[in-house]
């Protein structure tokens, strides 16, 4: 089992749209958690640290629940320029960083 | 953004020969990553190293070795490069998380290496 898993997708959603993506982790030791963001060809980015209380940044909220070893990410209103991979990351006990596959989106007008 | 640079950015290579990639950073973080990114693979941990020296291996080691001789630079070899080993490589530095802190890994352009 991969220690960090997500949504195959590929999501494709309209302009305007609410999407979620989900995100399970294996290690409950684990530490720290991440939403980076990949644009094609480029290098992974922070979108958003994950915390246990739950967080918003504008149209981004990212919820972590640790007893279910879980973590979400919704965008609200999607905008063309969100279309990308989202990646779940966790860094562990020992501070390796571990990434999950990844979930393309695609934000169609 | 963060001081990481990767190089080469872009290399070709012939099958059996050896391959080193650098990555060097000006934020004197502790934690150093080498990852590779495939299709359908995501990005995988190779080797990351947590001070001068000290390293250890990720999901993915086996072919690769790495040296950390100065904080600043973490050198990934490909002692022989194979036809597998085609993909783009990734360096990633982050401080550790401690007291609660979320503490992000930043990385750099990455290097896309072929071996033909």
């Known amino acids: 089992r991969k220690e960090v898993e997500q949504d195959p997708g590929p999501f494709n959603v309209p302009e305007g749209a609410t999407v979620a993506f989900n995100c399970t982790y294996s290690?409950?030791?684990?530490?720290?958690f991440f939403w980076y963001r990949q644009d094609c060809r480029k290098e992974p980015k922070l979108l958003m640290s994950v915390y246990s209380s739950g967080n918003e940044d504008g149209r981004f909220t990212a919820q972590l629940n640790r007893a279910s070893q879980y973590i979400s990410l919704l965008i609200r209103d999607s905008k063309l320029s969100d279309s990308a991979t989202y990646l779940c990351v966790v860094k562990t006990s020992y501070d390796k960083v571990i990434f999950g596959p990844g979930t393309s989106l695609s934000v169609i007008p | 953004d963060a001081g990481i640079t990767q190089s080469p950015r872009h290399k070709v290579t012939e099958t059996g020969t050896p391959v080193t990639l650098r990555c060097h950073q000006t934020e004197n973080h502790r934690y150093m990553y080498w990852y590779r990114q495939d299709p359908g693979h995501g990005l995988r941990l190779i080797h990351y190293?947590?001070?001068?020296?000290?390293?250890d291996k990720g999901e993915v080691s086996d072919g690769y070795s790495v040296s950390r001789s100065k904080t600043e630079d973490f050198l990934l070899t490909l002692e022989s490069a194979t036809s597998s080993q085609t993909s783009v490589y990734f360096c990633a530095i982050s401080e550790p998380a401690r007291g609660g802190r979320n503490t992000e890994a930043f990385f750099g352009q990455g290097t896309r290496l072929t071996v033909v």
């Open positions: 290690n409950s030791a684990s530490q720290s």
């Open positions: 190293s947590y001070g001068v020296k000290d390293t």
